[in-house]
Every structure is written in structure tokens, then in C-alpha cells.
């Protein structure tokens, strides 16, 4: 789950979901705002959602906590060699939040990813995206 900003409400219905269902795959999700101290949304629902072992990872980016802005992608970059085997574990992507920018520099990133790990070309990267959307595995929310 990629869910900077206000894409993020969603995931926690969904993994409040999966609490109550007692779903058991991995899940994994990466959160983005501007700062911790003020947009930290969800912050004690989240940790409540780690503690009992529904939400498995959670990679923070505050764009404005330091000097260098730090997107989710940057985090998705950081943990690309994990990312990648979860994706070969049959991980599902689904992306929330803001279309303008956010949603294409994810899209580009996670087929940078795959190109690296894959050790695909820009085009085999791209028709494994593809194939990841046909398969439905590939989803977005994006406005
Ligand atoms: N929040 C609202 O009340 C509201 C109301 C109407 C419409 N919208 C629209 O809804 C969409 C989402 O807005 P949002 O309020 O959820 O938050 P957002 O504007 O998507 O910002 C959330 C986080 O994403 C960062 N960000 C900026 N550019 C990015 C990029 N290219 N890749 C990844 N992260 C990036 C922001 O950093 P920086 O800001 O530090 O660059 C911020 O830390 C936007 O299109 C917005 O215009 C929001």
C-alpha cells in the first residue's frame, strides 16, 4: 500500500478489514506528509495495527522534516530489494492519494525497481507492469 497524504484514509479501513477477517498475508505500507509533529495521520491507529501483527511494515517519508525533501518513493527505493521479493511473492500494489505527481513518480519508480531486480529493460520493466495490472495486482485510487 502507497498512501501519502489523504490516500491513506482507505488503507485503514482495509486493514481494520483484515483485522476483523483475520487475513494472514504480509502487508506493507508506505505513508508520506509533510511533517511528523502535525500530519502524522492515523499515527496510534497504525501503531495499534502493528502491535497486533495486522500491518506487518511502515515506511515514513516527511517531505519537510529536513532540509532534502523525502517522498515515498524514496522509501520504495531504500527497500527496492524487498519490495521486488515480495512482488515475487505475489504481492498485491495499490496506490492512493494525489494524481498529478505523486502517482506517475511511484508508477516510474516501481519499474525502475523492477528493471533493477529484474534484470529487465526499460520495456521489459514496463510489460511486467502491465501484466501486474492485467493480473489486477496493480491498483489506484488517484485523484
Ligand atoms: N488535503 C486536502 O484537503 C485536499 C483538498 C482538495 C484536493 N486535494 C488534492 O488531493 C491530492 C492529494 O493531496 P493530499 O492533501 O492528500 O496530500 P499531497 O499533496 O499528496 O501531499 C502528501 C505528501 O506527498 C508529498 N509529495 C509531493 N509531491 C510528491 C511526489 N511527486 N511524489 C510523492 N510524494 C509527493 C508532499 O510533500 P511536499 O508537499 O512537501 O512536497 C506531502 O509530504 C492533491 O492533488 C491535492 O491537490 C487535497
Do not use: N
Not at 96 to 115: H, K, Y
Amino acid at each position: 500500500m502507497i498512501g501519502p497524504g489523504t490516500g491513506v484514509a482507505p488503507f485503514l479501513s482495509f486493514l481494520q478489514d483484515r483485522r476483523v477477517r483475520g487475513a494472514r498475508g504480509r502487508t506493507w505500507l508506505f505513508f508520506g506528509e509533510q511533517r511528523r509533529a502535525t500530519d502524522f495521520y492515523y499515527a496510534d491507529e497504525l501503531a495499534a495495527l502493528q502491535a497486533d501483527g495486522t500491518l506487518h511494515r511502515l515506511d515514513l517519508a516527511f517531505s519537510r522534516d529536513q532540509r532534502t525533501k523525502v517522498y515515498v518513493q524514496d522509501r520504495m527505493r531504500e527497500h527496492s530489494a524487498r519490495l521486488w521479493s515480495w512482488l515475487q511473492d505475489g504481492a498485491h500494489v495499490y496506490v492512493c492519494g494525489d494524481a498529478s505527481r505523486m502517482a506517475a513518480d511511484v508508477d516510474r519508480t516501481l519499474r525502475e525497481i523492477v528493471a533493477l531486480h529484474g534484470g529487465l529493460d526499460a520495456d521489459g520493466a514496463a510489460a511486467y507492469v502491465r501484466q501486474l495490472t492485467t493480473d489486477r495486482r496493480y491498483l489506484r485510487d488517484i485523484y
